[in-house]
């Protein structure tokens, strides 16, 4: 069974920024697409961003220019990068990675982000 532990999260002032990192029980190569979402109280959750193999990362609208999706293959590792923090980006943070043949979906247990004013 695939795990994945995120961490990085805390709290923060609004501008300041955070480094959130998710480990993989296996090479990350092995999934066809990588993500992070959030989810904030009483919403739904949400992607934040997402890479596809092969394929560019994908932002959602509300953090373009502020976070950054990254991976370390050697460290079976992927990163969100977060500058700029703003109140609105308070959430617990997943990780997913999808595999599509045979279709498999791996969520991490979230870690959580508050960013105060």
């Known amino acids: 069974q695939v795990q994945l532990v995120e961490s990085g999260g805390g709290l923060v002032q609004a501008g300041g920024s955070l480094r959130l990192s998710c480990v993989a029980s296996?090479?990350?190569?092995?999934?066809?697409?990588m993500g992070w979402y959030r989810q904030a109280p009483g919403k739904q959750r949400e992607m934040v961003a997402r890479?596809?193999?092969?394929?560019?990362?994908y932002y959602a609208e509300a953090v373009k220019g502020r976070f950054t999706m990254s991976r370390d293959y050697a460290k079976n590792t992927v990163y969100l990068q977060m500058d700029n923090l703003e109140l609105e980006d308070t959430a617990v943070y997943y990780c997913?990675?999808?595999?599509?043949?045979?279709?498999?979906?791996?969520w991490g247990q979230g870690t959580q982000v508050t960013v105060s004013s």
């Open positions: 997913n990675a999808n595999q599509e043949r045979p279709k498999n979906d791996y």
């Open positions: 296996e090479s990350i190569f092995s999934f066809d697409t």
């Open positions: 890479h596809r193999k092969w394929d560019t990362t």
